[in-house]
């Protein structure tokens, strides 16, 4: 069985600039999350898709971040404009439905420095 | 506030060496308690669940107990191979988020 996919795995930008994300989660899993994580903390949850609905957007910093789930397969995580701060690994992770085993399967991450 | 503290931060074991990894945890109502591995590079990998107070779980050399308020990782006789970071997580009844701590990095010498 495919994992899920990320790409690009590391992306180098200047500040103000801005860089997208994609994720192909697992065949057949209803939810997509994805996660920021700075070195050195735990993820942190951006947004969680129910098939191509919104469940949970809370701190996903909106007037610079958006997402979206095209058709309830493929996401992607758009950063217009990046600040310093942005610098971390963004984590995409699939499961089969919102209420589950607890298991989330994680992408590798794609790896973004903004300098 | 939901909140997950893990300690301690570091560890370094030398080989065969058994020890703990504690997460703390502070929620409303828990729906489940979680813990990954993290490699260098690479994504949380799943390890286990844990729903109630006296649950225990084990794998190879990992053993997950829960009570009212933590959770341990016990590693019997570590490797080399289970250096990582090992990640908890909760998620609270009547919400679908998972709260992550911020692991503990594990180094196991030869």
């Known amino acids: 069985e495919a994992g899920v996919a990320q790409s690009p795995r590391y992306k180098i930008i200047e500040k103000r600039q801005s860089v997208a994300f994609w994720c192909n989660p697992i065949?057949?899993?209803?939810?997509l999350y994805w996660y920021q994580q700075i070195l050195g903390q735990g993820p942190k949850l951006l947004i969680q898709?129910?098939?191509?609905?919104?469940?949970?957007d809370s701190q996903l910093p909106k007037d610079r971040f958006s997402a979206e789930r095209l058709k309830g397969v493929d996401s992607t995580l758009k950063i217009q404009p990046a600040k310093l701060e942005d610098s971390a690994v963004y984590l995409c992770?699939?499961?089969?439905?919102?209420?589950?085993?607890?298991?989330?399967?994680f992408g590798e991450g794609s790896r973004l420095t903004v300098l | 506030e939901d909140q997950v503290t893990q300690s301690p931060e570091a560890l370094r074991l030398q080989e065969g060496e058994s020890s703990s990894l504690n997460c703390s945890y502070t929620?409303?109502?828990?729906?489940?308690l979680f813990w990954y591995r993290q490699d260098p590079g690479k994504g949380p990998e799943f390890l286990f669940t844990?729903?109630?107070a006296g649950e225990e779980k084990e794998k190879e050399r990992l053993k997950a107990t829960l009570t009212k308020k933590e959770s341990f990782l016990h590693i019997t006789a570590p490797k080399p191979e289970d250096s990582a970071t090992y990640l908890c997580?909760?998620?609270?009844?009547?919400?679908?988020?998972?709260?992550f701590g911020t692991g503990t990095r594990l180094k196991v010498l030869a």
């Open positions: 844990l729903y109630s």
């Open positions: 898709f129910q098939n191509n609905g919104v469940v949970d």
């Open positions: 997580a909760v998620q609270a009844e009547g919400t679908y988020k998972y709260i």
């Open positions: 992770a699939s499961s089969p439905r919102a209420i589950n085993t607890g298991e989330l399967f």
């Open positions: 065949s057949g899993h209803a939810t």
């Open positions: 929620v409303s109502g828990l729906r489940g």
